[in-house]
């Protein structure tokens, strides 16, 4: 048996469907998934067996014009993990074709991309009709040479299955990375915080949810298999500190509620998880809360 493994980036401009492809594509939820831009922070990593191949997706931070240190890291993170990858690929949102933005990726790809696999893959093409596909297509290709291009909804799996197949071939022959039933590279610390940050910024609204950061504290087995899980909110401002406990802690319920489903689910087991909402203006400054997202936090610097 000849068995291939290899890491595959999945680029793109925020809200593009990186992270809706990369759990369909593992067959479970390993990144957060919401309606707001730049939600993912971490560079999160699933795994997926394509017949006798190792699919292991880097799934980067959306791409976008940096204002803050943490901006700055989050585009550092995701080229970063664009250049260590064996595979490269560039998703486009149908509806939208090529914007300011994917122009400016676009002209980034021309300085990694040169001699890697890069394919294309353009999302959510339910949106729009067949012409204006063809048009894209075809204009993308002229401003790149993409080794293949695919049209996909990510969301409703439609031409998945084909890059996914297309991705087993295209990865390097050699031993697998991972043992064959694991799902994802992060502690589940990691993706339990990520699961309530979710669920944070699915209820809040404007700049604040990106103000604020989830970690698991700890994490306790207890004899009965269920785990006891303690997280923190922190948040940057006390005004803030209200915002995320609610009216008569409303919000906080019904954020606690809707994770603990969740990881129980995940799991397949019984989860007590208990939430506290901390102040600490600077974390946004701190390199700790940087290494807790997977980021470095050198990297957003000026």
Sequence with gaps: MITRAGFIALIGEPNAGKSTLLNTMVGAKVSIVTHKVQTTRARI??????????LVFVDT?????????LDRAMVAAAWGGAADADVI????????????????????LAEIGEGRTVA??????DRVEAPVLLGLTKDLNERFEFVETFMISAEKGHGV????????EHVPEGPWLYPEDQIADLPMRMIAAEMTREKLTLRLHQELPYQLTVETEAWEERKDGSAKVDQIIYVSRDGHKGIVLGHRG???????????????EFLGRKVHLFLQVKVREKWLEEAERYDQM?????DGNA
Excluded: C, Y
Aim: proline share 3%.
């Design 161 to 168: 299955e084909t890059l996914r197949q297309w991705l087993a």
């Design 45 to 54: 990593r699933g795994v997926a067996m394509e017949g006798d191949s190792q």
């Design 120 to 125: 294309l893959a353009i999302n959510k093409i």
């Design 89 to 108: 690929v560039l998703m486009i949102e149908a509806h939208r074709g090529v914007t300011a933005g994917v122009e400016r990726i676009l002209s980034q």
């Design 294 to 298: 997977g980021l470095d936090f050198k």
């Design 250 to 264: 409303e919000t906080i319920k019904a954020v606690s509620k809707a994770a603990r489903e969740e990881l129980a």
């Design 61 to 69: 931070p959306g791409l976008f014009q940096p204002r803050r240190r």
